[in-house]
């Protein structure tokens, strides 16, 4: 018997497919997970109960949760942004630190009441997230320079350049640790909720507004043209140089407004390493919620739970952290497997071979 499988493109993709595939892919990446913990000897309920239920149910595990929120949903939104026209923007966590250090920089040396330095500190923060952004996007629309390769590289100048400052020029506090002097109360992000700083208002606001553009306004419609097809957008008059520096400034004013509500909102002052790694978790948030900004949000949500259960899980059962970042590994590989079969229907097709065909009785046999 000979099997065919075979591979055709989808015309249409299925209702259920198109909205359970985040559902799909969360599910599955857990589910392998569970077989790591089954290694460790963890029972994987009680682990899963500790990282969701545990952190869901008590205030100290939903606040957090939301201020874990705040700079992931503003980075899944700086990649977001960017992969709706196409593009992808790998270099979130350089245009965090860039806006926070710009921020730091302004909450520092500026004397100004609360009501007014905070906002500056975010205005400072977004126009150097913006800048750091534009450089990749203006290489990629003049030149056609790689978005990925230079947006990443500049991550790494970011970090150089952080690494620089607080060990120098802003290096403030007790001893030889790189960290800044603690903001005054002026430059301190006020609370929204008890426990959780109006940095979650500031990263609503942000989901609403790209909701609105993505949805309601030409620039839009626009964005979404271009990454789908943009010769096409071109022929129509559309500019994609226009719209490719528009989402990647734009995008990095995100990932640095998210930087200072971490350091303004949650941390006190500026610490070398205080992100852990929110740039680049932002990918899968992106890529989770990349047919809605308010898909962003609830991904944010989620990776955010996914951090602070992470943690209570590593304490209560004794795994390792990088348990949490097997599972957002594999919600990527997920993602992109899923992304084929909703492009593609997979078929298989059994076929008697010729060895397998009946012989035909021969003249005289008994």
Do not use: C
Not at 45 to 59: G, H, K, N
Not at 86 to 103: D, K, P, R, S
Not at 143 to 151: A, F, G, P, R
Not at 334 to 359: C, H, N, Q
């Amino acid at each position: 018997m000979n099997v065919a499988v075979t591979v055709d493109a989808r015309e249409d993709i299925p209702v259920w497919l198109a909205y359970g595939t985040p559902v799909f892919t969360v599910l599955a990446a857990l589910a392998v997970s569970a077989i790591a913990l089954v290694v460790l000897d963890v029972n994987p309920i009680a682990a899963y109960a500790t990282m969701f239920v545990d952190t869901l149910v008590t205030e100290f595990g939903l606040t957090e949760t939301l201020t874990k929120a705040v700079p992931l949903i503003l980075t899944g939104l700086a990649v977001y942004l960017p992969l709706k026209a196409g593009l992808f923007n790998i270099g979130a966590e350089g245009q965090l630190v860039a806006g926070a250090l710009a921020g730091t920089w302004i909450g520092l040396n500026v004397s100004l009441p609360g009501l007014a330095l905070v906002p500056l500190m975010f205005v400072a923060a977004a126009v150097a997230g913006g800048i750091w952004a534009g450089i990749p996007a203006y290489l990629r629309a003049k030149w056609d320079v790689n978005e990925i390769i230079t947006s990443l590289l500049l991550t790494f100048v970011a970090l150089e350049l952080q690494s620089y400052l607080l060990r120098g020029p802003m290096q403030g506090g007790t001893g030889n640790f790189p960290q800044s002097e603690r903001f005054s109360e002026a430059a301190t992000i006020p609370e929204l909720v008890s426990g959780v700083h109006a940095g979650l208002l500031v990263a609503i606001v942000m989901v609403a507004v790209t909701y609105v553009l993505m949805t309601r306004t030409r620039l839009g419609f626009e964005i979404t043209f271009v990454g789908s097809n943009d010769e096409a957008a071109q022929q129509a008059g559309m500019s994609k140089y226009y719209v490719y520096l528009f989402v990647f400034v734009v995008g990095g004013a995100f990932a640095a407004m998210g930087g200072i509500s971490e350091i303004a909102g949650a941390q006190g002052r500026y610490r070398a390493g205080f992100e852990p790694g929110y740039g680049f978790t932002a990918i899968p948030i992106a890529l989770l919620g990349r047919n809605s900004a308010v898909k962003v949000l609830l991904a944010g949500l989620f990776f955010a739970v996914l951090f602070v259960g992470g943690s209570s899980m590593e304490v209560a059962f004794g795994v390792p952290a990088a348990l949490v970042e097997i599972i957002q590994a594999l919600v990527i590989l997920f993602l992109i497997t899923a992304e084929f079969f909703k492009s593609y229907r997979v078929g298989i097709d059994l076929k008697r071979g010729p060895a397998e065909t009946p012989a035909k009785p021969q003249r005289g046999d008994d």
